[in-house]
């Protein structure tokens, strides 16, 4: 069975982690857990990206050299992986001997193809950036944008990538893999960009101005511009591992697509004789109260801090709740306590608590046992069928934000459902027929519990532990199984209580 083969951009480790760098690590996690539960065997690579300029530049700065700049950074990336609760496979560093083997193994291929020859290059260059730039790189009053920060002219020898000669191959390719770019405008963005003509790629810097980088194989004179290293990260990473390649799906920012990973990557792997990846999932920027995010002004979301405060499983249902895959999003202190409070704490936490304590109350902890399959008279049970056939096909489709809205009206449904057959009053009665009602009821309620946080599995994998270890409930090895209404909680002991979405705090 082919592996699902997962990748993240990786990050460039010349500044630390922020929200955009956790957004990207939990929805490509969402993604994973998703593919695992369906039964696809997944393979989930991050990582860093080590060399460059930039990275040089901040070492010399602070007088050390670049290798231990990056050692003392990286570690920050791998603490957001684990503070998250991402489920990666692999870590890749682009310093580490594997990558560079590869690195210089695909550039050796290509040079003796003679897809990569050696010119002279005069034109603007910028440092930011780290690549070449021409007149159409320009604003209309000849300003360069922002982006790009000081912009230079130079004039220097180096070698190129035959980009352009497969041009028309990439052309023909998106036309005929119209799912190859999601969201799928995004595709049209790439089309209109290779409307003009490419420029062969420069991928090679002299060591005289950049010394920290891969050496060219074939002239270590030059070391390896960054994209022609970074990208090779998907590849060299399972290399060795069979039945991985090509890559499923790359989970990238939108201001990487064009043109890095939907120009260069694809022409590259096609030159290389290797199969590009099958889809490239774009997606989009988050915005802090409403501005561009800045630690300078302090506009600014610390995700470790963040989810120190809040709790792991909270900070990933906001960060997936809120922003529509290939979509901008605004992340502010107040919104995310809006849905904390009405959505986490006030919904699904007091759904936990009331089962639980009406379980001890009126059944001496233990899930009793009861014909639920009248209770699909009432609604619930219809309305989970198609809560779960629906929240699978929007899992499919990336709409994570959509599926958890479903997912929530489901537990809304729940907590109603308790409203209409209150059992604190079935409870007073000493009638038989309320008493088996009672039954029903609270077998009824445990068992949606049950169903309805089976649907949260890949967003709030912490949260969804907790709740099956407060029901008794141990799940089985098929996670589609476990999505059938039922009587698995039957005779299960459940626990007193359960403190799941605390009030945070508010400071004075």
Known sequence: ???????????????????????????????????????????????????????????????????????????????????????????????????KTV????????????????????????????????????????????????????????????????????????????????????????????????????????????????PLPFDDQYVTYVWFDALVNYYSAVADRPGVWPADLHVIGKDILVPPHAVYWPIMLKALGLAPPRTLLAHGWWSVNGAKMSKSTGNFVDPIGFADQYGVDALRYFLIREMSVGQDSDFSSAQFLVRYNSELANNLGNLVNRVLNMTNRFAGGVVPAADT?????????????????????????????????????????????????????LGKSAEPADQALLRTSLATMAEALRLGVGLLAAVMPGTTEKIYGVLGHQPGPVWREELVWGTRLTGHKVAESAILFPKPETKK
Not at 5 to 15: K, Q, S
Not at 115 to 122: G, L, N, T
Not at 380 to 398: N, P, Q, S, Y
């Open 373 to 425: 399959a009248g209770e699909w008279e009432l609604g619930l049970g219809a309305l989970w069928a198609a809560t779960r056939d629906e929240v699978i096909a929007l899992h499919e489709a990336f709409q994570f934000h959509l599926a958890l809205e479903r997912v929530i009206a489901f537990v809304t449904a729940t907590n109603a459902y308790i409203e209409k057959r209150a059992p604190w009053k």
């Open 1 to 99: 069975m082919k592996t699902f083969y997962l990748t993240t951009a990786i990050d460039y480790v010349n500044g630390s982690p922020h929200l955009g760098h956790a957004y990207e690590k939990v929805l490509a996690d969402v993604i994973a857990r998703f593919r695992r539960l369906m039964g696809d065997q997944v393979f989930f690579l991050t990582g860093v990206d080590e060399h460059g300029q930039k990275v040089q530049q901040s070492a010399r700065a602070r007088g050390i050299p670049p290798q231990q700049f990056c050692d003392e950074v990286t570690p920050e990336f791998r603490a957001l992986c684990a503070k998250l609760n991402i489920s990666n496979d692999d870590f890749i560093r682009t310093t580490e001997d594997r990558h």
């Open 103 to 214: 690195v210089c193994a695909l550039l050796q291929k290509l040079f003796d193809q003679g897809e990569i020859y050696q010119a002279e290059y005069r034109g603007f260059y910028s440092t930011r950036q780290e690549q070449f730039l021409q007149d159409k790189d320009r604003h209309p009053d000849g300003s360069w944008p922002e982006l790009y920060g000081e912009v230079t002219e130079i004039t220097e020898t180096n070698y190129f990538f035959k980009l352009r000669a497969y041009q028309e191959w990439l052309i023909a390719h998106l036309k005929e893999h119209d799912d190859f770019i999601f969201p799928r405008y995004r595709q049209k963005q790439v089309l209109e960009f290779l409307a003009e003509p490419l420029n062969d790629l420069c991928i090679s810097r002299p060591r005289e101005r950049l010394e920290w980088g891969i």
